[in-house]
């Protein structure tokens, strides 16, 4: 195997005792070394050019990266290896795994509560609610009309002009 520098200063191995020795055995954890192999031997075959597995550094941490590989061909069309880059996705894989555990513990939170939400994209002029949201104005779950009229429909008709000026000064200031 032979590493960029860029490689080395992520795995924490120098190119001399990377050089020639088997990527998976030397970088991949022990118990996703058969994953690891039947990635490469789709890349291999030429059936996948993306793929993502975890690595484990010479200090012992795993990382996950994300390798774009190509085949190298000798002149009569024949696989004779592969090029592959890598880019560490670590850092995005934790902070996805950390908004999902946010938006689980919201979540749970709002229904044990049983708090309704709304959400629009003023972009768009879409507007979302919850299912919690829908049954407070007495409505089956995925029927809210999505949008600002159906909003101001389900407010009582004496709020309506309140909550239409509430909403053009929140848009207009940005508040």
């Known amino acids: 195997m032979l590493l960029n520098r860029h490689a080395c200063s992520v795995l924490g191995w120098s190119p001399e ?3 020639g020795r088997d990527f998976v055995g030397m970088c991949v954890p022990e118990r996703m070394r058969d994953e690891a192999r039947g990635n ?3 890349v ?3 059936s996948q ?3 993502e597995n975890m690595v484990v550094t010479k200090a012992g941490e795993e990382r996950r990266i994300e390798w774009r590989a190509s085949l190298l061909r000798d002149d009569d069309g024949g696989v004779i290896g592969t090029v592959g880059s890598g880019v ?10 950390a908004l999902n555990a946010a938006e689980e513990r919201m979540r749970f939170a709002l229904e044990g509560a049983n708090v309704g939400v709304w959400d629009m994209d003023y972009t768009t002029g879409v507007l979302l609610g919850s299912e919690i949201y829908e049954s407070h ?3 089956e779950p995925g029927t809210f009309g999505k949008s600002l009229g159906a909003f101001v429909r389900a407010v009582h008709p004496a709020d309506r002009d309140a909550i239409r000026n509430t909403i053009a000064e929140a848009t207009a200031s940005g508040r």
């Open 17 to 19: 005792e990377a050089y």
């Open 40 to 42: 490469l031997f789709r």
């Open 44 to 46: 291999r075959t030429g």
């Open 49 to 51: 050019s993306i793929i």
């Open 88 to 97: 560490d996705v670590t850092e995005r894989h934790r902070a996805a795994e």
């Open 137 to 139: 104005l007495g409505l």
